[in-house]
Every structure is written in structure tokens, then in C-alpha cells.
């Protein structure tokens, strides 16, 4: 009888350390995924700063009177770059963007500039690249919500409390036509 | 979202089954028809065909179904734009490795993925795919093949479409050898019990084979209509955009007529929408894919709320009533604004605007709402143009408007 209880004990131990073991790793890969997520925003953003200077570069062999908007998407690239922190870093983005959008207002002036294929290629990969950070900032906030769904809803809840699992915070856009800037076609 | 993914996952698991199922059966009356006993062989050479051809498939199926589409695999300097736009939903969806993409040299318009997990993906379109369609358009296709490769659709439909072709094989070696041959060998004990037995199974295997294939099939592309809706789905999760896909669908299916040369029934529900359409293969049970006319709608229902895999779920039930949806001149009878309940606290705008178009008096859901309506003491002015225009005490301007045909009423 008591060594039969003892058993029962001992199974149940097994099974809530199991169970432990489990939500534990799934909270680790939830994390992990949506750091990813976070990482790969990054990326994005270096590539569109990458590809800046040969726009810049492509519509000044075009039009080369239009001095001031080149230096401001320059400085405006400079500053994303430096920007340091969430906060800091989603301002100078943004402030970047506009500049391109007036960077295309010039381009449109120049129909020459417009036909050229070099122009044509370079800005598919920008636009692309704005889809992408989108994208990516879309992915990091379904994982975020995703890993504080489960941070929140029981038994999960008591896990990371244990191990001190913090909830995510979302990447908001404060600008709303700000999500549908990439989308525009210049084709 | 991930809960649909678990409970597909679930439901693919009894298709499975119920096509094992099929084919053990098949496999054991046949053994035990051509020789008494032999039951138990039959079921092991179906399973042995079967699992050789898993292999296969596993290993090797992308590869197959890119050779017999004849696609060809392209770099990105030969089409960036396509190329960008997988890159994007790759991005959209997590996916750690982004697919092969392939071109099918064919004027039709359509698209297809493979590849048993999503480290092992491939994307196949049409030239012509390229050339009709606009950005936001390709990309709602595109979307709709990667929610295939990260629902692991191609994995299960693979699965399912071998064990289809192991049972048409079964099925047509055996009826063939019944017809041609002598492989039939009367059982080796004269006694009437057991002759009479191996008539029976000998019967019994005659209709499994007959059967079998047909069974088999309508499971197949049971679990195929199923999967697409739930693409769609994953679609417009991915790009946030479902007008992008509907729009998209609307001009696959104006061009439907375009016959896609290199597809065949057995490839047919990879694609994304029917390549077999123009030769007039789909009816009910026997088609791969829902109608495409039903999915845009599904799709355009959402575009204006939330996209979320609920609010498609919701936007799938309202277009799939009891009540089977009734067409007028293509507009459909149940919309959006119809199903919801009318609160008296609504403001009277938002009442007077949701006034259903088309009135039908059959409708057994609208009467029950203009019920509820009275009891909130809203008064009707039946509209010239066939309106029912339904006005909520608390509207307080002399003329009302119809928002269809625009005519003034006085309250």
C-alpha cells in the first residue's frame, strides 16, 4: 500500500517535472524567435542604408541642382545609422523615409531619370527593402504577441514567473500612413 | 492561426488514416481472393508499394514535380522583382531559408510550391503569371504558396497523392490481371465452404477495386479544398492585404481558359487554382480546389476588418450559411453588414446605411432581424428600386436617402 502510493508520488513528480521541462523550452524558443524576428529588422535596416548612397549617387547624375534634398537624405542616413535605442532609432527611420519621399518628388521631375533602368532596378530594391522592414516589424509583433500570450495564460504564467521570463514589447508605427509608404509605385 | 494549423494537423491525421485504411484493405481482399490465406501478403506488398513510392516522394518529389511541370530554376538578377517579393513573404512568415524559386515557360497563369518541409521549399509560377499580374497581386499569390509550405501542405499532400497512386496502381494491376490472366487460382481443397469463401473475397475485391480509387480520390481532394481555404487564409495573415490575393484570384480566373499543358490530375492540387479548369474537369466532390468565385468573395468580405486567421474563419461562415447563399446578377444576398444584429444604441447612419441590398422576402435570417427591428419600434419605407430601407427611432432628419438608388423619402 505504501510502496504503492510511493509510486504514485513519484510518477506524478515525473510528469509535473516533464510538463516543466516543456513549457519552459517553448517559452525559450518563443523568446528566441521573436529576438530573431528583432535581429532581422536590423538587417533590413542596414540594407536600405546600404542602398542609399548609389540612389542618391543614380538621381544626382540626372539632376544635379536639386543639392539640398541630396545632403538631407545623406544626413538623414547618417543620423539612422548612429541612432542609438528603440525610441531614438524608430525617429531617425522615420525621418529617413520622409527624405527618400522627397528624394522620389525630385526623380519624378526627371523623366530621363525615370526611364533609366539603373534608377528603375535600384528603386524596386528600395521599395523592397521598405516591404521588407515592414515585414519583419509585422513577424517580431505576432512573435511578441505570440510569447506574451503564452507569458500571461496559465500554466505557462507560473514558468515564468519561476524563471523571470519578461514580456516583449510591440514595435509601434505612431506615423499611419507611415505603413503605406513602402507600397507606393513609382513603376 | 496556430490553433487552425493543430487542429488541420489533427484532421490530416484521420485522413491519412482513412486512406491506409483503404489501402491495407484493398491490398488484403485482393491477396485473399487470388489464393485463400494470402491475405496478409496482399496487405504487405500494397504496404511495400506504398512505402517505396513514400520514399521516393519524400526524397525526390520536388524535384519530380519541377521536372514533369517542366519549370526551370532562375537567379535573381533574371526576375528581382519576383525574386523580392517571395524574399518578402519569406520574411512575413519567419521561414529560415528562402524557397528555390522556378519559371514555367506557359502562356496560363498559375502557381504552385513543393518541398517536404520549409528547408526544402521550391516555388514554381507561370511566365504568364508574371506577365498579367501587378505587384500586390503577385504577392498575394506568392503568400498563398508560402502558407502552403509553412502549413506543411506539400508534405501531406504528397503523402496522400502517393497512397492515391499506390491504390490506382493496386487496383488496375489486379482488374487488369483479372481480365488478361489466369492469376486467379481456384483453392487447392475442393470443399464448397471455401470455394464459396474465395468467391466472396473474389466479389469483395472486385468492388474495392472498382471503388478504391474513386474513395481514395474524393479524400484527396476533400483534404485539397480544405487546404486552399486555408491558404487563403494564411495569405492575408502574411501580406495584411487580402484585396491583393482576390484581386489576384479574380484574374487567374478570367483566364482560366489558358490551358497549363505540363499539368496533370495528380499535380492539379499543388496549384493554386485549378490548371485543369479550361478541359472542364471540376465537379463537387471530384474538385481539387473551391470555387474561385467563393474564395474572392471569402477574401474581400475581410479586406475592410481585421486580418486575422478568426476573422477569416467568420468571413468563411457567413459566405457558407445554413442558408445557401442565393445569386442575383453575381452580387451576393448575405453580406457583412446583414448578419449583424442591429443595436438600438447604433447611430442612425450606421443603421440606415447597413439597409440590406436586394430584399428577398424567402430569407429566413433577414425576417427574423426585421422582427427584432420592429420591437425597437424601426419604422420600413420599402424603396422604389426594391430596397428596404429600415429607420431606427432615434433618427431624427425629416427625408431619409436611399443609399442604393439614392431617392429621397420623407419619414
Known amino acids: 500500500m505504501l510502496i504503492n502510493l510511493f509510486y504514485v508520488i513519484i510518477l506524478i513528480a515525473v510528469v509535473v517535472a516533464l510538463t516543466v521541462v516543456f513549457l519552459y523550452n517553448s ?18 535596416l542596414r540594407r536600405r542604408h546600404d542602398l542609399i548612397p548609389n540612389l542618391v549617387e543614380t538621381v544626382k547624375g540626372y539632376a544635379k541642382h536639386e543639392r539640398e534634398v541630396f545632403e538631407q537624405v545623406t544626413k538623414a542616413r547618417a543620423n539612422a545609422m548612429q541612432a542609438q535605442g528603440i525610441a531614438a532609432q524608430s525617429q531617425a527611420e522615420n525621418l529617413l523615409t520622409r527624405a527618400l519621399g522627397q528624394l522620389r518628388v525630385v526623380a519624378e521631375a526627371y523623366p ?19 516591404n521588407k522592414i515592414a515585414f519583419a516589424r509585422q513577424f517580431y509583433n505576432d512573435s511578441a504577441m505570440r510569447l506574451n500570450t503564452k507569458l500571461q495564460s496559465f500554466p505557462t504564467n507560473i514558468i515564468a514567473q519561476l524563471f523571470g521570463f519578461q514580456p516583449l514589447e510591440y514595435f509601434q508605427i505612431e506615423d499611419a500612413n507611415a505603413r503605406n509608404a513602402p507600397s507606393t509605385n513609382f513603376g | 492561426m496556430w490553433e487552425q494549423i493543430r487542429l ?11 486512406m491506409a485504411l483503404l489501402l491495407t484493405a484493398l491490398g488484403f481482399v485482393i491477396g485473399e ?11 504487405a506488398i500494397a504496404v511495400g508499394v506504398w512505402l517505396i513510392m513514400t520514399l521516393i516522394a519524400y526524397f525526390q518529389g520536388g524535384n519530380i514535380l519541377m521536372a514533369v511541370s517542366g519549370a526551370r530554376r532562375i537567379k535573381k538578377e533574371d526576375n528581382p522583382v519576383l525574386f523580392n517579393v517571395v524574399e518578402e513573404m519569406v520574411i512575413a512568415s519567419g521561414m529560415s531559408r528562402v524557397p528555390d524559386i522556378y519559371i514555367i515557360d506557359s502562356p496560363a497563369l498559375n502557381a504552385f510550391a513543393t518541398g517536404r518541409d520549409p528547408e526544402h521549399a521550391a516555388v514554381a509560377v507561370t511566365a504568364g503569371l508574371l506577365t498579367q499580374l501587378n505587384r500586390d497581386q ?27 497512386g499506390s491504390i490506382v496502381m493496386i487496383s488496375e494491376v489486379f482488374l487488369r490481371g483479372l481480365f488478361y490472366g489466369r492469376r486467379i487460382r481456384r483453392s487447392r481443397s475442393s470443399s464448397r465452404g471455401e470455394g464459396q469463401a474465395q468467391l466472396v473475397m473474389l466479389i469483395l475485391a472486385l468492388v474495392l477495386a472498382i471503388l478504391a480509387p474513386l474513395l481514395a480520390q474524393i479524400i484527396y481532394f476533400a483534404a485539397s479544398r480544405r487546404r486552399e481555404y486555408l491558404a487563403d487564409a494564411g495569405a492575408a495573415v502574411l501580406t495584411r492585404y487580402p484585396e491583393g490575393l482576390a484581386s489576384a484570384l479574380e484574374v487567374l480566373a478570367a483566364n482560366a481558359y489558358v490551358p497549363l499543358e505540363t499539368a496533370n490530375r495528380a499535380t492539379a492540387p499543388l496549384f493554386i487554382v485549378n490548371p485543369l479548369q479550361a478541359s472542364g474537369l471540376s465537379l463537387g466532390l471530384f474538385s481539387t480546389h473551391p470555387p474561385t468565385e467563393e474564395r474572392i468573395k471569402i477574401l474581400r468580405s475581410m479586406a475592410g476588418g481585421v486580418t486575422s486567421m478568426p476573422s477569416y474563419l467568420s468571413a468563411w461562415a457567413r459566405s457558407n450559411p445554413a442558408v445557401k447563399p442565393q445569386y442575383t446578377n453575381g452580387t451576393p444576398l448575405f453580406n457583412a453588414a446583414q448578419t449583424r444584429a442591429p443595436s438600438p444604441q447604433m447611430s442612425p447612419s450606421a443603421t440606415v446605411a447597413s439597409a440590406v441590398p436586394l430584399a428577398s422576402p424567402r430569407n429566413p435570417a433577414r425576417e427574423a432581424f426585421d422582427t427584432v ?5 424601426y419604422k420600413f419605407i420599402d424603396c422604389s428600386c426594391g430596397l428596404k430601407i429600415k429607420i431606427p427611432p432615434n433618427y431624427n432628419r425629416p427625408t431619409v436617402t436611399c443609399p442604393r438608388c439614392k431617392s429621397v423619402y420623407k419619414v
Not at chain 1, 27 to 44: E, F, G, M, P, Y
Not at chain 1, 112 to 130: G, V
Not at chain 2, 8 to 18: D, T
Not at chain 2, 373 to 377: L, T
Open chain 1, 27 to 44: 517559452l525559450i524558443r518563443l523568446t528566441n524567435q521573436a529576438k530573431n524576428a528583432w535581429s532581422n529588422i536590423d538587417v533590413q
Open chain 1, 112 to 130: 530621363d531619370l525615370k526611364a533609366s533602368q539603373n534608377f528603375l532596378a535600384l528603386q524596386e530594391e528600395l521599395a523592397s527593402t521598405e
Open chain 2, 8 to 18: 488541420n494537423k489533427r484532421r490530416s491525421v484521420y485522413l491519412v488514416a482513412a
Open chain 2, 33 to 43: 481472393a487470388s489464393e485463400p490465406g494470402a491475405g496478409p501478403i496482399g496487405v
Open chain 2, 138 to 164: 503577385l504577392q498575394g499569390v506568392i503568400a498563398h504558396e508560402i502558407s502552403h509550405v509553412v502549413h506543411r501542405d506539400i508534405l501531406f499532400m504528397t503523402l496522400l497523392s502517393v497512397m492515391l
Open chain 2, 373 to 377: 427591428r420592429k420591437a425597437y419600434n
